[in-house]
């Protein structure tokens, strides 16, 4: 004989009711986590073939820049090299000359120097002609 299943009291169906929301709750975070886990695995894997990717570009690139640098050097004569590197060097010290100039132009004025543009500005200004000889004085 089956007997007949009896209904639980309130109290009892409460519990019963949070333990197995509390089951399915803990089923789906794992569920979430796994597929959190399977989606950071699958970002890592087109990361990883990405990063492969321009990895196998830069080694063709440097390859093609040493085959080319292979074969300029193997054209150039001695007296080729030797002009391209006196122009390199007037290059070079051109370019530190100018560099030097500018740091030379970004200090400031000191007291006299300011002093002098200063003067000279109001020379100018008030019409003061630096040339005056004695011939120009008797005319």
């Known amino acids: 004989m ?19 929301a509390q089951k399915l709750q803990a089923q789906l975070d794992a569920e979430l986590e796994e597929e959190d886990k399977l989606a950071r695995q699958r970002e890592e894997n ?8 321009v990895q196998a570009m830069m080694d063709a ?36 000359a100018r ?4 740091e030379q132009r970004r200090k400031p004025l000191t007291k006299a120097q300011k002093r002098n543009t200063m003067s000279t500005y109001l020379k100018k200004m008030a019409g003061y002609k630096h040339n005056v ?3 120009d004085l008797m005319r």
Not at 2 to 20: A, C, N, R, S, T
Not at 79 to 94: A, D, G, H, T
Not at 99 to 102: I, K, N, T, V
């Open 133 to 135: 000889g004695i011939l």
């Open 2 to 20: 089956v007997e007949p299943e009896k209904p639980l009291k309130k109290k009892d169906q409460i519990m019963f009711d949070k333990e197995v």
């Open 99 to 102: 560099l030097r100039a500018e």
């Open 46 to 53: 087109a990361n990883i073939a990405e990063l492969d990717d």
């Open 61 to 96: 690139d440097y390859e093609l820049a040493a085959k080319l640098q292979a074969e300029e050097q193997g054209e150039l004569t001695i007296e080729e090299k030797s002009i391209l590197f006196v122009e390199l060097m007037n290059k070079r010290n051109k370019h530190f």
